[in-house]
T-cell receptor, first 112, second 117 residues
Framework: GDSVTQMEGPVTLSEEAFLTINCTYT??????LFWYVQYPGEGLQLLLK?????DKGSNKGFEATYRKETTSFHLEKGSVQVSDSAVYFC???????????FGAGTQVVVTP | GAVVSQHPSWVICKSGTSVKIECRSL??????MFWYRQFPKQSLMLMAT?????????EQGVEKDKFLINHASLTLSTLTVTSAHPEDSSFYIC?????????????FGPGTRLTVT
């Protein structure tokens, strides 16, 4: 079945460092791909998305490119801030009802 | 943007009692809503898919008689945890789709923290 695998955390970085969180997917069809962010004690917020191969999603300085050839959707940010500390979830969706497959989540801790 | 609310945001109940959690789409109609459960420092586990006007579809291993889901209107779905036990303590999150199809964004509620004592 469909699944999403992302790198384990926690990832600890200093402010202004470069962030990469790897994500790969398996799917029988052509999924839409998403990155969600969860701040402590809160629900999930959509960070960015891509619906077809070679699409690049971007938001708040974060970027991810839908790579069909490597079945990947890695999240990157060039210069992180303390406020980026959160848990990041990669997910895919192929189901016509909209069912999401989630990766395990990667906790990111940014220190001043 | 689309907003999904949950009520209550947190609840404490005693073992053996039932508790109802509401999920509302505030500015759009949602034919499909989803209920997730999240344990500390873990990913979201899909519990069930709720479709307006029909029975919910539960994921394997989720007790449908324990977790009652009702999707009475296009803007409201409820999750009732019946005869709650301490192991039901968790963070419950709902989400809603404004339309069908893989490209539609799913909007998440802020979650409900349930503690069973």
């Amino acid at each position: 079945g469909d699944s999403v695998t992302q790198m384990e955390g926690p990832v600890t970085l200093s402010e202004e460092a470069f962030l990469t969180i790897n994500c790969t997917y398996t799917a029988t069809g052509y999924p839409s791909l998403f990155w969600y962010v969860q701040y402590p004690g809160e629900g999930l917020q959509l960070l960015l998305k891509a619906t077809k191969a070679d699409d690049k999603g971007s938001n708040k300085g974060f970027e991810a490119t839908y790579r069909k050839e490597t079945t990947s959707f890695h999240l990157e940010k060039g210069s992180v801030q303390v406020s980026d500390s959160a848990v990041y979830f990669c997910s895919s969706k192929t189901d016509s009802w909209g069912k999401l497959q989630f990766g395990a989540g990667t906790q990111v801790v940014v220190t001043p | 943007g689309a907003v999904v609310s949950q009520h209550p945001s947190w609840v404490i109940c005693k073992s053996g009692t039932s508790v109802k959690i509401e999920c509302r789409s505030l500015d759009f109609q949602a034919t499909t809503m989803f209920w997730y459960r999240q344990f500390p420092k873990q990913s979201l586990m899909l519990m069930a898919t709720s479709n307006e006007g029909s029975k919910a579809t539960y994921e394997q291993g989720v007790e449908k008689d324990k977790f009652l889901i009702n999707h009475a209107s296009l803007t409201l779905s409820t999750l009732t945890v019946t005869s709650a036990h301490p192991e039901d303590s968790s963070f419950y999150i709902c989400s809603a789709n404004p339309g069908q199809g893989a490209s539609y964004e799913q909007y998440f509620g802020p979650g409900t923290r349930l503690t069973v004592t």
